[in-house]
């Protein structure tokens, strides 16, 4: 084997653990989930929701095709056309796959008017996209022409945008320490030497980078300035993480927009009874869960922890007649929530260098002793954990699970 072939590739990974496959069928870049991806997928998409829902974030939902007429107000038509898929209706209208979701946002926002005791309005949303990559551009599930967004918008007032940042920060450091992840900070900034390339005057750029600094500053940490690195419509802060073969990723990102408020007139209004431009924070934790998950499998090496697991233990009985006990131990932990599966073929060296190539975390094996002492073996990936009763077994996975260790 050579050394290229050594290193972790989420393609290989992920078809060893039965995550996700590409067919010439459906097409170069569009990846099909299987029952264990899709696990996977929900649970990363269910963590992010659960830090979103206690700051206040509600779920929203929206169609993946759109009419021109929202991207050209959105200043993305002129900006993106040539990366859009379109779609020319029977009558004639021209639509597009959506390659982001943030102009549909808008359209959610504006649907009546907000007193300002109403905001921030903070909205939330999984979906996919789409972009129309070169085909030689495509790469595994790191560049694909579908991918989902774990998406997020707040609507909020300018003196607002300060606090609202810091919540997304905090879900930020939470989401990435969970998988051992260390963080750069990066202020992506526009350049003042292309302004073609950006919407909006200087004034409003300015104040909005300022903002940005401001924010870093209070949170106290070092960062570096990435000049042109901005979004087209408002500066960023992204967040670059270091995996364990020392590659950095550009991984999560909170922009500050005072430009689409302003092109769909979104407002609020105040406490003089005025209408006031709210500003609008675009924020993904994990940016594009395809992606992430490229980086996450390959950082991991395919070892995902216990709760991310899409099969958490591998419960292996010696031979045929342990097998009767070995279901029993299989239903007492698919009762206790735990993902498990039963493998009584083969012969059992073999089952347990298969549980291993899964990259299963925990099996469980049962024999002659452990029927007998109403036991099992517990072994993990570090090795043997020793003979257990069954409860504690329960127990110490709950626990694991519970505290996303």
Same mark, same amino acid.
């Given at each position: 084997?050579?050394? =290229?072939?050594?290193?972790?590739?989420?393609?290989?990974?992920?078809?060893?653990?039965?995550?996700?496959?590409?067919?010439?069928?459906?097409? #170069?870049?569009?990846?099909?989930?299987?029952?264990?991806?899709?696990?996977?997928?929900?649970?990363?998409?269910?963590?992010?929701?659960?830090?979103?829902? +206690?700051?206040?974030?509600?779920? @929203?939902?929206?169609?993946?095709?759109?009419?021109?007429?929202?991207?050209?107000? #959105?200043?993305?038509?002129?900006?993106?056309?040539?990366?859009? &898929?379109?779609?020319?209706?029977?009558?004639?209208?021209?639509?597009?796959?959506?390659?982001?979701?943030?102009?549909?946002?808008?359209?959610?926002?504006?649907?009546?008017?907000?007193?300002?005791?109403?905001?921030?309005?903070?909205?939330?949303?999984?979906?996919?996209?789409?972009?129309?990559?070169?085909?030689?551009?495509?790469?595994?599930?790191?560049?694909?022409?579908?991918?989902?967004?774990?998406?997020?918008? @707040?609507?909020?007032?300018?003196?607002?945008?300060?606090?609202?940042?810091? =919540?997304?920060?905090?879900?930020?450091?939470?989401?990435?320490?969970?998988?051992?992840?260390?963080?750069?900070?990066?202020? #992506?900034?526009?350049?003042?030497?292309?302004?073609?390339?950006?919407?909006?005057?200087?004034?409003?750029?300015?104040?909005?980078?300022?903002?940005?600094?401001?924010?870093?500053?209070?949170?106290? @940490?070092?960062? #570096?300035?990435?000049?042109?690195? +901005?979004? &087209?419509?408002?500066?960023?802060?992204? &967040?670059?993480?270091?995996?364990?073969?020392?590659?950095?990723?550009?991984?999560?990102?909170?922009?500050?927009?005072?430009?689409?408020?302003?092109?769909?007139?979104?407002?609020?209004?105040?406490?003089?009874?005025?209408?006031?431009?709210?500003?609008?924070?675009?924020?993904?934790?994990?940016?594009?869960?395809?992606? &992430?998950?490229?980086?996450?499998?390959?950082?991991?090496?395919?070892?995902?922890?216990?709760?991310?697991?899409?099969?958490?233990?591998?419960?292996?009985?010696?031979?045929?007649?342990? +097998?009767?006990?070995?279901?029993?131990?299989?239903?007492?932990?698919?009762?206790?929530?735990?993902?498990?599966?039963?493998?009584?073929?083969?012969?059992?060296?073999?089952?347990?260098?298969?549980?291993?190539?899964?990259?299963?975390?925990?099996?469980? @094996?049962?024999?002659?002793?452990?029927?007998?002492?109403?036991? +099992?073996?517990?072994?993990?990936?570090?090795?043997?954990?020793?003979?257990?009763?069954?409860?504690?077994?329960?127990?110490?996975?709950?626990?694991?699970?519970?505290?996303?260790?």
């Amino acid at each position: 084997m050579s050394d =290229k072939d050594a290193l972790p590739d989420h393609r290989r990974l992920g078809q060893e653990l039965d995550l996700f496959v590409f067919s010439d069928l459906v097409g #170069s870049g569009l990846p099909l989930w299987t029952p264990r991806g899709t696990l996977l997928r929900n649970l990363l998409d269910d963590y992010v929701w659960e830090m979103r829902k +206690a700051r206040g974030y509600e779920k @929203v939902e929206i169609p993946h095709i759109t009419k021109k007429e929202l991207y050209e107000t #959105s200043g993305h038509w002129d900006k993106f056309k040539d990366d859009l &898929f379109r779609i020319t209706t029977r009558e004639g209208h021209e639509f597009a796959m959506k390659p982001m979701n943030c102009p549909h946002h808008t359209q959610i926002y504006a649907r009546r008017p907000w007193s300002y005791r109403e905001i921030p309005q903070r909205y939330a949303n999984s979906t996919m996209c789409y972009r129309d990559e070169q085909s030689g551009e495509l790469n595994g599930l790191s560049r694909v022409r579908a991918f989902t967004q774990d998406d997020a918008h @707040v609507f909020c007032r300018e003196p607002q945008a300060k606090e609202e940042f810091l =919540k997304i920060w905090d879900i930020i450091e939470e989401f990435y320490g969970t998988f051992g992840f260390n963080l750069k900070i990066r202020l #992506s900034l526009h350049d003042p030497k292309e302004p073609d390339k950006y919407l909006g005057d200087k004034k409003r750029w300015t104040a909005a980078e300022r903002t940005l600094t401001d924010i870093a500053k209070e949170r106290g @940490v070092e960062s #570096s300035m990435g000049v042109g690195e +901005a979004a &087209f419509y408002g500066p960023k802060v992204d &967040f670059m993480a270091e995996d364990s073969l020392g590659r950095e990723w550009q991984v999560a990102t909170i922009q500050l927009d005072l430009n689409m408020p302003e092109r769909f007139d979104l407002t609020c209004v105040n406490e003089k009874g005025e209408k006031e431009r709210v500003v609008m924070i675009h924020a993904a934790i994990m940016g594009s869960i395809e992606r &992430f998950l490229s980086i996450l499998l390959e950082h991991l090496d395919g070892k995902l922890p216990t709760w991310l697991s899409p099969v958490q233990v591998a419960v292996l009985p010696v031979s045929e007649r342990h +097998a009767p006990y070995a279901a029993q131990i299989l239903e007492g932990l698919q009762q206790a929530g735990i993902r498990a599966e039963i493998n009584a073929d083969d012969p059992l060296g073999k089952r347990i260098r298969e549980s291993k190539v899964k990259k299963i975390p925990y099996t469980i @094996v049962v024999g002659d002793e452990e029927m007998s002492a109403k036991t +099992a073996t517990l072994e993990g990936r570090t090795g043997k954990l020793g003979v257990l009763p069954i409860a504690d077994i329960v127990s110490k996975l709950e626990e694991e699970i519970r505290n996303r260790a």
